[in-house]
């Protein structure tokens, strides 16, 4: 079970681990979960190309998983 991320881990990483976390990437625009070349991507970079503050994501997914 994972129990933290950090922005260096890849998006296939944490779904491999963790599919509840899906929602994070889809509300910040991130729907193409499935492809090879977003699956690669660390969450850092995912969110520099959507505009998204990777601190608050990591902090936002971070605390759904200390929830659990």
Do not use: W, Y
């Amino acid at each position: 079970m994972l129990k933290e991320v950090t922005k260096d881990m890849t998006i296939g990483d944490i779904l491999d681990a963790d599919r509840e976390t899906v929602p994070f990437f889809l509300e910040m625009g991130m729907h193409c979960l499935g492809c090879p070349a977003s699956r690669g991507e660390t969450l850092e970079q995912a969110c520099e190309v959507h505009g998204v503050n990777a601190d608050e994501l990591v902090a936002k997914i971070n605390a759904f998983l200390q929830s659990k």
